[in-house]
């Protein structure tokens, strides 16, 4: 594989490239009217305007995508996370024009991708399941028995895609009814698809994934687990490596029951299986998300591992470069996504240029980002500007290091994400590791920031700089004494580590 075609964007797709360099590998970008400008463009080798904005007529456009690939004589495409990447139909269309889908095979996309189907494959191989109905909700009845049977409270759930959408808490029996023709219409304007299904409410779960890769020899192995429990509108924002509170017997049930999932669909690649995990410390099966997940880093940054080059080595039909017994932890890492979202403002995005843009650096920090200073941040697609990671050689140390970073960070003109991240890093329940999937309507209001805004801080800052600016012209001609340059500063030299 001398060539490979990114259809993706953004951070991610940036990253990629990265990995491909690495190999010796050519990249090539597609990318719409809206990211003509985008780093990840100028990064790769060749680069394609395949269509306006709207991800339907750009990102989305699977033909389009192909075409490019066999003019430029592409042997394979990674799809990233997002857009097409767990589309099974984009995946045969590759594979059928002699290209190589540097991800799962179609089939175990369908399986996992559709979450009854995926359950039921979980109940043949005795994965724990929350209890709720069999299969889809068709006949109100049945609904009833099935929630009764579950316990009230329980959750409608759709069983195609996810983000919250098609999802609703109904507390009693005369709710349900209603609650179920809500959450199947918006599953239906949604994902196409408006089959529902019921599942007992978990009151305080913890949001835990195991992370997975398998080749096309027999092997699958688990790269331990991440925390994903700090969410808002049911979207992560915050995700660690490892969890703080899982046994290490707790962490090998999960991670094995995890293989089980992936064998039993034939899995190769990278792929992560998310469980929920009780008060009690019962975990039950949620999902499979057959991609490179988001938040990919902080495995990257405990294992050693580079799990864009084990995708792309398993694509070119390799078997896993390590055992199972070759995967140990070391260390902590925890990543922020930084969003142009507004805390203050119920998390809603906020549009704009960034003025200012300066990310953080220094000892176990990783940003991946794919914006540069004065780039405007499209209303096209999701708005994450960049993950901020940190790492550490235990929690505390990272979670420091995420304080520090986010602290360094400089971003104007638009509202962001830091100040809750910052928030979260240093409240009570989030150090101690006493939280759950409610900790923002339990802990957070967006008044507990008390931070000025991003062009309030630019501001002050431009007039920091302005009175230093006066100050060495008073002091133009008076003779200072130089310091000895070349002393030694002893904090500097205190600690000589070498981080992921």
Same mark, same amino acid.
């Given at each position: 594989?001398?060539?490979?075609?990114?259809?993706?964007? *953004?951070?991610?797709?940036?990253?990629?490239?990265?990995?491909?360099? @690495?190999?010796?590998?050519?990249t090539v970008a597609v990318f719409s009217e809206a990211d003509r400008r985008a780093p990840f463009v100028n990064y790769a080798d060749?680069? +394609?305007?395949? *269509?306006?904005?709207?991800?339907? $007529?750009?990102?989305?456009n699977a033909e389009k995508i192909i075409e490019v690939a066999k003019q430029l004589h592409v042997d394979g495409i990674h799809?990233?996370?997002g857009f097409l990447s767990e589309n099974a139909n984009f995946s045969d269309k590759v594979k059928k024009a002699g290209l190589v889908f540097i991800g799962p095979s179609s089939d175990s996309m369908r399986m996992m991708g559709d979450k009854l189907s995926a359950k039921q494959a979980a109940k043949e191989h005795k994965i724990p399941l929350v209890p709720g109905s069999d299969g889809a909700i068709t006949d109100i009845k049945e609904a009833i028995k099935a929630a009764k049977k579950a316990g009230f409270p329980v959750l409608i759930k759709a069983s195609a895609g996810g983000g919250g959408k098609g999802m609703r808490v109904v507390e009693s029996e005369k709710l349900l009814e209603e609650q179920i023709k809500l959450a199947s219409s918006e599953a239906k304007s949604a994902f196409g698809d408006g089959a529902v299904f019921i599942?007992?409410?978990?009151?305080?779960?913890?949001?835990?994934?195991?992370?997975?890769?398998?080749?096309?020899? *027999?092997?699958?192995?688990y790269l331990f687990e991440r925390e994903c429990s700090v969410q808002r509108r049911h979207q992560k924002v915050?995700?660690?490596?490892?969890s703080s509170i899982l046994t290490p017997e707790i962490r090998k049930d999960m991670g094995e029951c995890a293989v089980r999932i992936a064998k039993a669909c034939n899995y190769s690649g990278a792929g992560t299986v998310e469980f929920l995990l009780d008060e009690n410390m019962k975990f039950?099966?949620?999902?499979?998300?057959?991609?490179?997940?988001?938040?990919?880093?902080?495995?990257?940054?405990?294992?050693?591992? @580079?799990?864009?080059?084990? $995708?792309?080595?398993?694509?070119?039909?390799?078997?896993?470069?390590?055992? $199972?017994? @070759?995967?140990?932890? %070391?260390?902590?890492?925890?990543?922020?996504? +930084?969003?142009?979202? /507004?805390?203050?403002?119920?998390?809603?995005?906020?549009i704009g240029t960034l003025k200012v843009y300066s990310?953080?650096?220094?000892?176990?920090?990783?940003?991946?980002?794919?914006?540069?200073? %004065?780039?405007?941040?499209?209303?096209?697609? /999701? =708005?994450?500007?960049?993950?901020?990671?940190?790492?550490?050689?235990?929690?505390?140390?990272?979670?420091?290091?995420?304080?520090?970073?986010? @602290?360094?960070?400089?971003? =104007?003109?638009?509202? !962001?994400?830091?100040?809750?991240?910052?928030? +979260?890093?240093?409240?009570?329940?989030?150090? !101690? *590791?006493?939280?759950?999937?409610?900790?923002v309507s339990q802990y957070f209001k967006p008044e507990m920031l008390? !931070?000025? =805004?991003?062009?309030?801080?630019? !501001?002050?800052?431009?007039?920091?700089?302005?009175?230093?600016?006066?100050?060495?012209q008073v002091k133009k001609n008076i003779s200072v004494q130089a310091s000895n340059s070349n002393g030694t500063n002893a904090s500097e030299w205190r600690k000589r580590r070498n981080y992921q």
């Open positions: 594989m001398k060539k490979i075609l990114v259809a993706n964007r *953004g951070e991610i797709a940036l990253r990629i490239m990265r990995t491909c360099r @690495d190999m010796g590998i050519k060749e680069a +394609v305007c395949i *269509g306006p904005p709207e991800s339907s $007529q750009s990102y989305l799809p990233g996370y599942e007992r409410y978990v009151k305080s779960p913890r949001h835990i994934e195991i992370q997975v890769m398998g080749d096309n020899h *027999g092997n699958v192995v915050i995700e660690e490596a490892p039950y099966f949620l999902e499979m998300n057959t991609r490179l997940q988001v938040e990919h880093p902080v495995t990257e940054c405990i294992t050693g591992f @580079d799990l864009v080059r084990e $995708q792309i080595n398993v694509a070119r039909g390799n078997k896993l470069s390590f055992t $199972q017994e @070759d995967i140990v932890i %070391r260390g902590h890492a925890i990543e922020v996504r +930084v969003y142009a979202e /507004d805390p203050a403002n119920n998390f809603l995005p906020d990310p953080p650096k220094g000892p176990g920090v990783r940003v991946d980002d794919g914006f540069e200073e %004065r780039m405007e941040i499209p209303i096209y697609y /999701d =708005s994450m500007i960049s993950k901020l990671i940190t790492y550490g050689e235990n929690r505390e140390e990272a979670i420091q290091r995420m304080v520090r970073a986010i @602290d360094e960070y400089k971003i =104007s003109g638009v509202e !962001t994400t830091l100040p809750f991240c910052k928030f +979260v890093m240093q409240h009570k329940a989030f150090v !101690t *590791g006493k939280f759950d999937t409610h900790f008390n !931070t000025p =805004s991003s062009d309030d801080e630019a !501001t002050m800052l431009a007039a920091v700089a302005a009175e230093i600016l006066v100050s060495k």
